[in-house]
């Protein structure tokens, strides 16, 4: 059985149906605009589409079109199958089928990853699919009256047991397939003419950061540090660049994990944890990330390193400025330069040298100013003077044209210590 037309109507927010429905547990109540009104510009605002006990056995491909929706509710029906198209209202918050005669859920289900309640209570299914587990932020699940296995019942009406069930099923998910290969950005073609090198940035994600409350979509095996590791030393062993920029690496790891490694494959690197690591106790300063730089050495010496403390930087400058105090100094991220000499020159010029630049900059999209001037803050520290012959590549971790801009106009060397006025 097919809806009937007023059903029809009440799917397309284009003819006019209004939601009064306050979520107060009274009523819901539609009301469906004559073609008069709708005529003469009238609109609708609707959000929620309540179809409960119409004894509905079939959905219409027209309710696929309502991506708008918040919240469905399908309740006290008839519907035996549960279309894979489903996923296409991918802002549904809630979704309730429970009541109805249902003995499978389609895997793309677990698509809709906006979902935060869902009900399949008091149908006929038996499994669940794993991919449900991807609903990283679903805190309601109601599973009773199916047939499902007694072990898993018990887990859904447990204290937390959705998000212990949703772990289990995405736990037991198969391992996604390889990410395809990553594509490089070819800054100049290779010539006679000049020497050319790769360079690899990476922010590898520090263990601290990678927990289930941050990456809840994440199976716990993907998080796990060492499943982990070997996978970013294969990536890198695997690109073979000739420097390699790292961020997000934690103090203790790259001195007993990645340099250690790196060192085999004939590469040299330093390395600068975050300012906080400065007032932490000896074994809170382990796990205290940072940024790393490493080179091959059969390529490139170390002829200078410096490390940039925007946090100190703004201490300095922060004279007729609050924001410097009360925003940017509050924030612990580093950068690093490092001047390396070219071993090996190019038709008989000299040696050159090349600056390499790493930073992490503040990641709250709510402190983009400070964003903005951590990224000048460490443009104005590696200026370089007039007639200094250095030839400078920069490779900035974080590369947004606006940014781009402003430190490329500082990077001239007419230009003094302007920074400040961007506060």
Same mark, same amino acid.
């Given at each position: 059985?097919?809806?009937?037309? $007023?059903?029809?109507? *009440? @799917?397309?927010?284009?003819?006019?149906?209004?939601? %009064?429905?306050?979520?107060?547990?009274?009523?819901?109540?539609?009301?469906? !605009?004559?073609?008069?009104?709708?005529?003469?510009? %009238?609109?609708?605002?609707?959000?929620?589409?309540?179809?409960?006990?119409?004894?509905?056995?079939?959905?219409?491909?027209?309710?696929?079109?309502?991506?708008? !929706?918040?919240?469905?509710?399908?309740?006290?029906?008839?519907?035996?199958?549960?279309?894979? +198209? #489903?996923?296409?209202?991918?802002?549904?918050?809630?979704?309730?089928?429970?009541?109805?005669?249902?003995?499978?859920?389609?895997?793309?289900?677990?698509?809709?990853? %906006?979902?935060?309640? &869902?009900?399949?209570?008091?149908?006929?299914?038996?499994? &669940?699919?794993?991919? !449900?587990?991807?609903?990283?932020? &679903? *805190?309601?699940?109601?599973?009773?009256?199916?047939?499902?296995?007694?072990?898993?019942?018990?887990?859904?009406?447990?204290?937390?047991?959705?998000?212990?069930?949703?772990?289990?099923?995405?736990?037991?998910?198969?391992?996604?397939?390889?990410?395809?290969?990553?594509?490089? &950005?070819?800054?100049?073609?290779?010539?006679?003419?000049? /020497?050319?090198?790769?360079?690899?940035?990476?922010?590898?994600?520090?263990?601290?950061?990678?927990?289930?409350?941050?990456?809840?979509?994440?199976? =716990?095996?993907?998080?796990?540090? +060492?499943?982990?590791?070997?996978?970013?030393?294969?990536?890198?062993?695997?690109?073979?660049?000739?420097?390699?920029?790292?961020?997000?690496?934690?103090?203790?790891?790259?001195?007993?994990?990645?340099?250690? /490694?790196?060192?085999?494959?004939?590469? $040299?690197?330093?390395?600068?944890?975050?300012?906080?690591?400065?007032?932490?106790?000896? +074994? $809170?300063?382990?796990?205290?990330?940072?940024?790393?730089?490493?080179?091959?050495?059969?390529?490139?010496? @170390?002829?200078? +390193?410096?490390?940039?403390?925007?946090?100190?930087?703004?201490?300095?400058?922060?004279?007729?400025?609050?924001? /410097?105090?009360?925003?940017?100094?509050?924030?612990?991220?580093?950068?690093?330069?490092?001047?390396?000499?070219?071993?090996?020159?190019?038709?008989?010029?000299?040696?050159?040298?090349?600056? #390499?630049?790493?930073?992490?900059?503040?990641?709250?999209?709510?402190? =983009?100013?400070?964003? !903005?001037?951590?990224?000048?803050?460490?443009?104005?520290?590696?200026?370089?003077?007039?007639?200094?012959?250095?030839?400078?590549?920069?490779?900035?971790?974080?590369?947004?044209?606006?940014?781009?801009?402003?430190?490329?106009?500082?990077?001239?060397? *007419?230009?003094?210590?302007?920074?400040?006025?961007?506060?």
């Amino acid at each position: 059985m097919r809806m009937t037309q $007023e059903l029809m109507y *009440s @799917l397309d927010p284009y003819n006019g149906v209004c939601d %009064k429905f306050q979520d107060n547990g009274k009523r819901r109540m539609y009301i469906i !605009l004559s073609p008069e009104e709708v005529a003469a510009g %009238k609109t609708t605002c609707w959000t929620e589409l309540d179809i409960q006990n119409r004894g509905i056995k079939n959905l219409s491909p027209q309710l696929w079109n309502l991506h708008h !929706l918040t919240a469905l509710y399908l309740n006290n029906n008839k519907i035996g199958r549960l279309p894979p +198209e #489903i996923c296409q209202l991918h802002n549904l918050i809630r979704l309730d089928l429970s009541n109805n005669h249902l003995k499978n859920v389609p895997v793309e289900l677990g698509d809709m990853l %906006k979902l935060q309640n &869902l009900n399949l209570s008091h149908n006929c299914i038996k499994v &669940l699919p794993y991919e !449900l587990g991807r609903l990283f932020q &679903l *805190s309601k699940l109601e599973l009773t009256g199916n047939p499902l296995t007694p072990e898993l019942l018990q887990m859904s009406m447990e204290v937390n047991g959705t998000q212990k069930l949703l772990q289990l099923l995405l736990d037991t998910l198969e391992d996604p397939d390889s990410p395809p290969e990553r594509p490089w &950005l070819t800054v100049r073609e290779k010539s006679g003419k000049h /020497m050319t090198f790769k360079v690899l940035c990476y922010n590898i994600l520090s263990e601290q950061l990678a927990t289930r409350t941050k990456y809840g979509y994440c199976p =716990s095996a993907a998080l796990s540090w +060492e499943k982990r590791k070997e996978l970013i030393m294969g990536e890198i062993l695997r690109s073979n660049a000739d420097i390699v920029a790292l961020q997000e690496v934690e103090t203790d790891k790259f001195y007993n994990q990645f340099r250690p /490694m790196l060192e085999t494959h004939e590469y $040299e690197g330093t390395f600068c944890p975050k300012s906080r690591s400065k007032t932490l106790p000896e +074994e $809170e300063r382990k796990r205290v990330d940072g940024c790393a730089i490493f080179f091959k050495k059969n390529k490139f010496s @170390l002829l200078k +390193e410096k490390y940039i403390d925007y946090s100190m930087l703004a201490i300095a400058n922060s004279e007729g400025a609050d924001d /410097m105090i009360n925003r940017v100094q509050t924030k612990d991220n580093i950068g690093i330069c490092c001047c390396l000499e070219i071993k090996e020159p190019s038709h008989g010029t000299r040696h050159s040298k090349l600056i #390499i630049l790493n930073t992490h900059i503040n990641w709250d999209p709510e402190y =983009s100013d400070v964003k !903005l001037i951590q990224n000048i803050m460490f443009m104005n520290e590696v200026r370089l003077p007039e007639g200094t012959g250095f030839t400078a590549t920069i490779y900035p971790t974080t590369y947004i044209q606006g940014y781009a801009e402003v430190s490329s106009h500082l990077l001239r060397p *007419s230009v003094g210590s302007t920074w400040r006025h961007f506060l």
